[in-house]
Each structure stands twice: as structure tokens, then as C-alpha cells.
């Protein structure tokens, strides 16, 4: 079954980086584009960005430009998110999503991670 | 980018009455080659990651209950749940796909009246 395992939650500094990783199982990793989407506390889903995991060209939100890094390990089935010079505004919970159709970054989400909570804090 | 603004942000529904919930997109989303509209509904429950419920605007995902029905075309769609129960109480999100950035409605919180 289609599993996608995400990494434990982080404390940061204001001002620090954070990379989070996500294990993606069950399937074909090189056949679906994964997606990151992030929900502050009480807040709606915001999407950061998405990655091919068959090449690791990669397309990102406008807001998180210069910020944020998509990368994938196609021998681990592993896709990460590294955001960089965090701030308060940060605080959020971090998902990966998997695309669908395959092949396609015209894609929505059949299958998320557990979620990575990423608190920012002095 | 497209604007996805959902309507009502909560409403109060009796068990095993309809809700409604509709989304609107400040562009169409419809691909006209493949005439798909690319749009989708999520449900999340608290502490939990979101669910996709509908895709393609109309497709239910599969082991979602026949009571979640989608529809829609363009610019303008609805989420129907036909008779309310107990297990649908959630956040709803509407999404298009049909380009990046892809943009999520602000939610509907759906309630037990």
C-alpha cells in the first residue's frame, strides 16, 4: 500500500533552516510528482512547491522563491524540503502529497504524509 | 494565480440532511482538450492530514460514500453531501489543479445542528 512516512517534528530558531524528509513507499517512486503544502495553526492550506522526482526539476510558489528547496533520492524513494531563514510565520504543520495522474504536475493529492510540525521560536 | 474562494466558511446541518458547500475559481479550470475541470475536495479532521474526497470535480476517490457527490464545471462548483452523518463532521478545502501554483479555497467547517 501507498505510504508516504515524513520526518519528526523540529524546533527552530528565528533566522535558522529546516529539512524535512519524506519516505515515499507502495508505489513507483519516479512516476508521480510530489507536492509540499504547509497549514499554519487554525489556518487553510497554502502550497509551497512540487517536485518530478524522475528528473528533480522542480516548480515553486512565488512566496516561497529563494527560500525553499525540493530535492528527491530516487534510491532511498525519498523527497525533501529544506526552508531556509525561518521566521514565526513559519509555524506550521508541513505535509508531502503524492500527484495524480501519474506523470503529471497538473495533479491532485490521493495520498499525504502524517504531517511535520515545524515550531519556530526565540 | 487563481483564486479559490469557498462559500460558507461554516454551516450547521441536521443528521441526514444535505449539505452544500460551493467553490468558485477566479479563472476557469476547465482544460478544454481534455474538457476536465481540474478540481478537487479535501477533507480533514482535526490532527489528521487532508482526504481526498472528489477529483476531477466529479470522481469520487475511491472508498469515499456514495453520499459525496461533486459537480460543476469552469469556474463554479459544489460539494454535495446528501445526508449528513455524524463522520462527515470536518474542513472541507476545494483546490484546482490545473495550474501552479495550485490554490486551495480557505475551508468550510461543517457541523451537527
Known amino acids: 500500500q501507498v505510504q508516504l512516512v515524513q520526518s519528526g517534528a523540529e524546533v527552530k530558531k528565528p533566522g535558522a533552516s529546516v529539512k524535512i524528509s519524506c519516505k515515499a513507499s507502495?508505489?513507483?517512486?519516479?512516476?508521480?510528482?510530489m507536492h509540499w503544502v504547509r497549514q499554519a495553526p487554525g489556518q487553510g492550506l497554502e502550497w509551497m512547491g512540487i517536485v518530478n522526482p524522475s528528473d528533480g526539476s522542480t516548480s515553486y510558489a512565488q512566496k516561497f522563491q529563494g527560500r525553499v528547496t525540493l530535492t528527491r533520492d530516487t534510491s532511498t524513494s525519498t523527497v525533501y524540503m529544506d526552508l531556509s531563514s525561518l521566521g514565526s510565520e513559519d509555524t506550521a504543520v508541513y505535509y508531502c502529497?503524492?500527484?495524480?495522474?501519474?506523470?503529471?504536475?497538473?495533479?491532485?493529492?490521493?495520498?499525504w504524509g502524517q504531517g511535520t510540525l515545524v515550531t519556530v521560536s526565540s | 494565480d487563481i483564486v479559490m474562494t469557498q462559500s460558507p466558511d461554516s454551516l450547521a446541518v441536521s443528521l441526514g440532511e444535505r449539505a452544500t458547500i460551493n467553490c468558485k475559481s477566479s479563472q476557469s479550470v476547465l482544460f478544454r482538450s481534455n474538457n476536465k475541470s481540474y478540481l478537487a475536495w479535501y477533507q480533514q479532521k482535526p490532527g489528521q492530514p487532508p482526504k481526498l474526497v472528489i477529483y476531477w470535480t466529479s470522481t469520487r476517490e475511491s472508498g469515499v460514500p456514495d453520499r459525496f457527490s461533486g459537480s460543476g464545471s469552469g469556474t463554479d462548483f459544489t460539494l454535495t453531501i446528501s445526508s449528513l452523518q455524524a463522520e462527515d463532521v470536518a474542513l472541507y478545502f476545494c483546490q484546482q489543479y490545473y495550474t501552479t501554483p495550485v490554490t486551495f479555497g480557505q475551508g468550510t467547517k461543517v457541523e451537527i445542528k
Open positions: 502529497a503524492r500527484g495524480y495522474p501519474r506523470y503529471s504536475s497538473s495533479s491532485h493529492s490521493d495520498y
Open positions: 507502495g508505489y513507483t517512486f519516479i512516476n508521480h510528482y
